[in-house]
C-alpha cells in the first residue's frame, strides 16, 4: 500500500471540486483531488451552462476566467413566452448584473489546465474510492490505481462526487435529515448542430407542456420539452421533436426556429433533494453530493461553487488561527442559500409546466405569468434570483 499525505482530501474533478483545489491552492493548502472518470470524459460531458454574476467574478479572481469572457455569450435578460405571447426580463435593468452561458465542461477544462499547470494533482480513473475515520482528526482516503491500493492522510475531506458519489452514503445511519421532492414530469432534452435562434434563452409556458430554448455556443444549441418521467425516446424521431419544439416555442411574428442535426437526446428527471447538515465531523459535503434542483433556475453549479467558497474560507480560517468557528457554521451558511435556491427553483418549475389534468393549475400560472410580465417588483424579484445574490 502507497501512502500519501495532504492537508484537504478531495473527491470528484467536477465543478465544486475543481473550484475548491484552485480556492485552497490560492490560499497555500495543499489537497489532492480524486475523479473515477477519465480526464476526457470530465472535459467532454455536456452539461449546464448558465452562470450567476457572482460565479462569473469568482471564476475571473481565480485567474480562470480568460476563456470564459472570450467564449461566454452575455446574456441580460430572458424571454418568458406564454399565451402566443413574448415578454422580456430585463436583467441588466432590474439588478444591474447579467449571466453568463458557458458550458459547465467548459468551466471545468479550465480549472483542470490552471490546476495541472500550477502543480497540483488530479489522480483520474482512481477505483473504489472509500472514505474512513471522518468522525476524528486523523480521516483517510482509500483508492485503487493501476492495481496498487492507496491510502491518503489528510485533516479533511470534501465531498464533491455528485449525487452518486460514495461520500454521503458513507454517513451513519440517522446522521442525515433528507428532503426530497419528485416532480411528476421530466425534460426532453437535445443538442442540435444549429446556431441559436434568440440571443437569449426563452421559457415558454404552453397548454402541450413547458419548452426552453437555450445554448451552448454560437453554433450548438440546447432545447427541452417537458415530457413524462418515463418517457420512451424510441418514440420521439427527430421529426416529432422539432415539430413540438415549433409548435410550443411560438411566440411572436418575427422569431423562427431553426433547425439541425440532433447530436445528442435524452431524459432529465426533476428532483428537488436537500441532505442536512452537509458535515459530519472531518467530512464536509459540497455541490450535488449534499443538494440537487430542478434545472429550471439554472443553479445547480453555481450552488457548488457558493458551497466550495463558504468551505474555503472556513479551512483558511482553521490553518490561519486553528479556529473552527467558521467550519462548524459551514452547513448552516450553506443551507440558507440552498433552500432560497430550491424555493426559486420550485416556484419556476410550478410557474411554467404543465400540470396533467388541472385546469385551475392553467388559469392560476397565467395569471403568475401575466402578474411576472407586468409588475416590475415581480419582474424584480426574478430577476435578482436569477441572477444569484453575493456569494457568502
Avoid at 480524486?34 to 448558465?50: F, M, N, T, W
Avoid at 416555442?249 to 437526446?265: M, S
Avoid at 453555481?302 to 458551497?307: H, I, R, T, Y
Amino acid at each position: 500500500m502507497t501512502k500519501i499525505r495532504t492537508q484537504v482530501g478531495i473527491v470528484g474533478a467536477g465543478p465544486a471540486g475543481l473550484v475548491l483545489a484552485r480556492l485552497l491552492q490560492l490560499e497555500g493548502i495543499d489537497s489532492l483531488v480524486l475523479e473515477k472518470h477519465s480526464r476526457p470524459y470530465c472535459e467532454e460531458r455536456i452539461r449546464a451552462g448558465v452562470l450567476e454574476h457572482g460565479t462569473v467574478e469568482l471564476l475571473t479572481g481565480l485567474g480562470v476566467g480568460e476563456r470564459m469572457h472570450r467564449e461566454g455569450l452575455v446574456h441580460q435578460g430572458i424571454e418568458l413566452r406564454f399565451a402566443g405571447r413574448s415578454h422580456r426580463i430585463d436583467f441588466q435593468d432590474l439588478t444591474g448584473h447579467f449571466i453568463t452561458v458557458y458550458g459547465q465542461h467548459e468551466v471545468v477544462k479550465d480549472l483542470i489546465r490552471a490546476r495541472l499547470a500550477t502543480g497540483g494533482e488530479i489522480r483520474f480513473e482512481v477505483e473504489a474510492v472509500s472514505v474512513h475515520d471522518f468522525d476524528t482528526s486523523r480521516p483517510r482516503l482509500c483508492f485503487h490505481k493501476d492495481g496498487v491500493q492507496h491510502e491518503i492522510e489528510c485533516d479533511f475531506i470534501a465531498g464533491c462526487d455528485g449525487f452518486h458519489g460514495v461520500c454521503r452514503p458513507s454517513l451513519p445511519p440517522g446522521a442525515l435529515t433528507i428532503y426530497e421532492r419528485t416532480y411528476p414530469f421530466a425534460w426532453l432534452g437535445i443538442l442540435a448542430d444549429a446556431p441559436p435562434s434568440s440571443e437569449e434563452l426563452i421559457y415558454s409556458h404552453h397548454a402541450r407542456g413547458f419548452a426552453l430554448h437555450s445554448m451552448r455556443s454560437p453554433s450548438l444549441t440546447r432545447l427541452y420539452l417537458q415530457c413524462a418521467p418515463d418517457e420512451d425516446l424510441e418514440k420521439w424521431p427527430d421529426a416529432r421533436i422539432w415539430e413540438e419544439l415549433h409548435i410550443r416555442l411560438a411566440g411572436g411574428t418575427n422569431w423562427k426556429l431553426t433547425e439541425g442535426r440532433i447530436l445528442q437526446k435524452g431524459v432529465t428527471d426533476m428532483r428537488g433533494f436537500v441532505a442536512e447538515p452537509m458535515q459530519y465531523g472531518t467530512l464536509f459535503l459540497a455541490g450535488d453530493a449534499a443538494h440537487i434542483v430542478p434545472p429550471t433556475g439554472a443553479k445547480g453549479m453555481n450552488l457548488a461553487v457558493a458551497d466550495v467558497y463558504v468551505l474555503s474560507r472556513a479551512l483558511a480560517e482553521f490553518y490561519r488561527s486553528h479556529s473552527t468557528e467558521a467550519l462548524q457554521r459551514y452547513s448552516h451558511t450553506c443551507e440558507r442559500r440552498v433552500w432560497r435556491a430550491q424555493r426559486f427553483s420550485w416556484w419556476m418549475t410550478s410557474m411554467l409546466h404543465r400540470h396533467e389534468g388541472n385546469p385551475f393549475d392553467e388559469r392560476r400560472q397565467l395569471a403568475e405569468l401575466e402578474y411576472v410580465a407586468t409588475s416590475r417588483a415581480a419582474a424584480q424579484s426574478l430577476a435578482e434570483n436569477y441572477v444569484g445574490f453575493p456569494i457568502e
